[in-house]
């Protein structure tokens, strides 16, 4: 890359028309980035030029036949814009960290996905991706208050890998034990459990091994993919009361027909309605 200007090339010299009227011209249309509000008509397949019909200007190419905006100037702001409806990039600045932004299939609309850094870091930080493809899921939280027979937890995308059901002062109407159920697009599945709570065997779930009738449950239940083309689950479950001194830890697995979409908090009974607490759900 080099820089240099031919100066000032009007000469009061006899015969200096051709340096007036072509190349000092020619000198101020490429410092210019050929710049106005139509294409130059000397362009050929390569050039570009600026088209400043409108503000923020045009950045053009013209491909032989066509021009192809690459993008916009605004002179006002000092920002470039690629072409498209979002900006990609915005740089760190005293009012917010650097961000980059991933549009979404323009068939489907102009939405899309913004990746930024945090407002404020103690030491550089690396964040790698995987080596495989796949798609990265970030985790979702939901957190509902108990009630009705069952709370479920719908829409878990189909690259879950884990699952945590957590419950806090957790009780039901009559003796039915508090179970987790997993599900799919069939619906919630109530057999093929394997495993137990403390010595109870699972059966329809898995099982908390407490009734919740006068009892108030803490604690979390832990699934993780096995397999997916089995669509096996192993879950861990490790509960306590607070209106007595007790625990009880659990272990097991499910099969599903299906690919997981759901998780259901129910009761053994499945008629028992939920009085008191809160549930929430996580996966990533």
């Known amino acids: 890359m080099s820089q240099y200007d031919f100066g000032n090339l009007s ?24 710049s106005g509000t139509s294409r ?7 050039t570009m030029w600026l088209d400043t019909t409108t503000t923020p200007w045009v950045v053009k190419v013209f491909d032989g036949t066509d021009d ?23 740089a760190a600045s005293a009012s917010g960290a650097a961000s980059i932004q991933l549009a979404e299939d323009t068939d489907n609309g102009t939405n899309k996905v913004t990746v930024q850094a945090p407002a404020s870091l103690t ?24 009630s009705g027979t069952s709370v479920d937890f719908t829409g878990i995308p189909a690259t879950a890998r884990y699952i945590a059901i957590a419950v806090s002062g957790l009780s039901a109407s ?88 759901r998780v259901r908090v129910t009761t053994s009974s499945g008629t028992d309605t939920f009085d008191a607490g809160t549930i929430s759900c996580i996966y990533w």
């Open 11 to 34: 000469s009061p010299l006899a015969g200096s028309v051709f340096i007036d009227t072509h190349l000092e011209p020619w000198r101020n249309a490429l410092h210019s980035m050929h």
């Open 123 to 146: 030491s550089d930080a690396t964040v790698e991706l995987p080596s495989h493809a796949g798609t990265i899921l970030a985790n979702t939280l939901t957190t509902v208050t108990a």
């Open 174 to 261: 009559s003796t039915g034990e508090i179970i987790v159920q997993l599900g799919n697009s069939g619906g919630v599945e109530t057999t093929g459990y394997l495993g137990a709570a403390g010595t109870l065997a699972y059966s329809s779930g898995f099982r908390s091994g407490y009734a919740a009738a006068a009892n108030l449950l803490h604690g979390i239940f832990t699934f993780q993919l096995v397999s997916a083309s089995s669509n096996t689950w192993a879950g861990t479950s490790m509960i306590a009361l607070s209106n007595t001194n007790s625990s009880l830890g659990g272990g097991g697995s499910k099969a599903l027909s299906a690919t997981l979409d």
């Open 40 to 46: 130059p008509s000397y362009a050929v397949a390569g």
């Open 68 to 90: 192809i905006s690459i993008g916009t100037i605004n002179a006002t702001t000092n920002v470039f814009t690629p072409s498209g409806s979002y900006v990609p990039f915005t």
